[in-house]
């Protein structure tokens, strides 16, 4: 039992370029969230899947795709990438909403140049 | 916006030592509660969710008081491995029961 995985684990981009994080998890939950987390700023959400077959535009969307594959895969898609963009992303995922708990996967360190 | 707010520190504390970390937020419809813990660079990990009533694991006590919007967290007999960023938590219900985070209070538990 992996729990939530993520790769890449660490990228290199130049501006302009593209590139997409992927993320499963083998314990059957229906929601899945992609966040990032900057220095100083705490962890902010960028897009989320409520079960599969939908997606949700989050806190910081912009610049970001996701795509809910299955039930267990959820990707997010940077089309161009920014500087701005530079962040660790992590995935996580929770069986019903509210008061259960979120497993995060160990995250994407990105650097943008 | 931020709806979570928590005195980031440092708090620098020696083994044995007592320390209570706080934190208020904005959203009184938020439903949910939970302290995290993150190590160096690792993601975060659930420590425990916080009831209305109070509850304790071990070491570790969280309260909620929903009138004024705060929520605690006290951790006794620090211990070395207790060193980390803790972050206060409450459920977004506007964006799928999201997790709404504040920046985190770093504990550095010393011998």
């Known amino acids: 039992n992996a729990g939530v995985t993520q790769t890449p684990k660490f990228q290199v981009l130049k501006t302009g370029q593209s590139m997409t994080l992927q993320c499963a998890q083998d314990?059957?939950?229906?929601?899945m969230y992609w966040y990032r987390q900057d220095p100083g700023m705490g962890l902010r959400l960028i897009y989320y899947?409520?079960?599969?077959?939908?997606?949700d535009k989050g806190e910081v969307p912009n610049g970001y795709n996701v795509s809910r594959l299955n039930k267990r895969e959820f990707s997010l898609r940077l089309e161009s990438a920014a500087p701005s963009q530079t962040s660790v992303y992590f995935c996580?995922?929770?069986?019903?909403?509210?008061?259960?708990?979120?497993?995060f996967g160990p995250g994407t360190r990105l650097t943008v140049l | 916006r931020k709806e979570v707010e928590q005195d980031p520190g440092p708090f620098n504390v020696p083994e044995g030592a007592t320390v209570a970390f706080n934190c208020t937020y904005s959203?009184?419809?938020?439903?949910?509660f939970f302290w995290y813990r993150q190590d160096c660079r690792k993601e975060p990990k659930l420590l425990m969710s916080?009831?209305?009533s109070g509850n304790e694991d071990g070491r570790f006590t969280a309260q909620l008081n929903r009138a004024s919007q705060y929520i605690s967290l006290l951790i006794r007999d620090s211990k070395l491995s207790d060193s980390a960023t803790y972050l206060c938590?409450?459920?977004?219900?506007?964006?799928?029961?999201?997790?709404?985070f504040g920046k985190g209070t770093s504990l550095l538990v010393t011998p």
């Open positions: 314990m059957n939950h229906n929601s």
């Open positions: 996580a995922s929770s069986d019903f909403r509210g008061s259960n708990e979120q497993f």
């Open positions: 938590v409450v459920n977004m219900r506007s964006f799928g029961y999201a997790l709404n």
């Open positions: 959203n009184s419809a938020s439903q949910s």
């Open positions: 916080v009831y209305s």
């Open positions: 899947s409520a079960s599969e077959g939908t997606t």
